[in-house]
């Protein structure tokens, strides 16, 4: 079962306009990690967050986490048609190896 | 560093036949995992090595599924007989540490006719 569910499953855009896409999860967790996956390319690691940290950002991405919510977003500001790609969550449970992925959110992004 | 390197990138084969399919992790790298990604179960962790020596295999769906590391720089997943619903892309990944970002691979896609 996947411990990670994206919300929305997809989400189209204009370039130019911020995307946020959010991640619900089921049990606690050690970190917190997204990746952005290319159409039949492999997962690129994006951004990594611990459970004790409550926002992260990176160039244009921004993302926080609820661990009282169990849940996390994922922001993209200034959007790219580049950026058009699906994203996925996935959850460490005790820092070890073992991430679960959610299903992911597919963005495209129009010029 | 070519990052982690999957072979073949696309198989197509017949019920019942054997599939092997590759992965080179990247250099210095301990861990290695095999995720199996579907349009109806997502991407699912099917097992995972640590310093050649698999560490949690229960991701794997049936005794069909095996997975071997012999050496640092190679493993190898291999589905016999292979099945139709074995159809997926599969990716290997690896990381030099526990926890933390893994690197992925380009994939094998495979179809099983």
């Known amino acids: 079962s996947q411990q990670g569910e994206e919300d929305p499953q997809a989400l189209s855009i204009q370039e130019g306009e911020n995307a946020t896409m959010n991640c619900s999860y089921k049990?606690?967790?050690?970190?917190l990690q997204w990746y952005r996956q290319n159409s039949g390319r492999g997962l690129v690691h994006l951004i990594l967050?611990?459970?004790?940290?409550r926002e992260k950002h990176s160039g244009r991405l921004r993302v926080t986490l609820d661990t009282s919510k169990k849940s996390s977003s994922l922001l993209i500001t200034a959007s790219r048609a580049a950026d058009t790609a699906s994203y996925f969550c996935?959850?460490?449970?005790?820092?070890?190896?073992?991430?679960?992925f959610g299903g992911g959110t597919r963005l495209m992004v129009k010029p | 560093d070519a990052g982690v390197i999957q072979s073949p990138r696309h198989e197509v084969t017949e019920m019942g036949q054997e599939v092997t399919l590759r992965c080179k992790p990247i250099?210095?790298?301990?861990?290695l995992f095999w995720y199996r990604q579907t349009m109806m179960r997502g991407l699912e962790l099917l097992i995972y090595?640590?310093?050649?020596?698999?560490?949690?295999d229960s991701g794997m769906p049936e005794d069909r599924f095996s997975a071997k590391m012999p050496n640092a720089s190679f493993s190898t997943l291999k589905i016999q007989p292979s099945e139709p619903r074995d159809s997926a892309v599969y990716f290997c990944?690896?990381?030099?540490?526990?926890?933390?970002?893994?690197?992925f691979g380009p994939g094998t896609r495979l179809t099983v006719l």
């Open positions: 996935a959850t460490d449970k005790n820092a070890g190896n073992m991430l679960t």
């Open positions: 049990t606690s967790i050690n970190n």
């Open positions: 967050i611990r459970s004790n940290e």
């Open positions: 250099s210095g790298h301990d861990y």
């Open positions: 090595f640590n310093n050649n020596v698999p560490i949690d």
């Open positions: 990944a690896s990381n030099p540490i526990g926890g933390g970002e893994q690197f």
